[in-house]
């Protein structure tokens, strides 16, 4: 089952890593941004959303062409 978290950034399979780490970030209430003691679970939260975009990618979830 994908994260909720990465459905709710609604990003394309075809989306960039590059895209999905923007779209993570803009998913983040600016306050939580900046906070300094929040940086650990803010970078566990940029890769769990790459690996949910990864997983995505892998399991043949293709736009037809």
């Not at 994908?2 to 590059?18: C, I």
């Not at 306050?31 to 975009?53: E, S």
Request: net charge positive; proline share 8%.
């Amino acid at each position: 089952m994908t994260d909720p978290a990465y459905q709710r950034l609604g990003l394309p399979v075809t989306a960039s890593p590059y895209a999905v780490l923007r779209a993570a970030v803009r998913a983040l209430h600016p306050d939580t941004r900046a906070v300094r003691g929040f940086r650990i679970a803010r970078k566990r939260f940029y890769r769990q959303m790459l690996c949910a975009h990864v997983a995505r990618q892998a399991t043949g979830d293709r736009p037809t062409d």
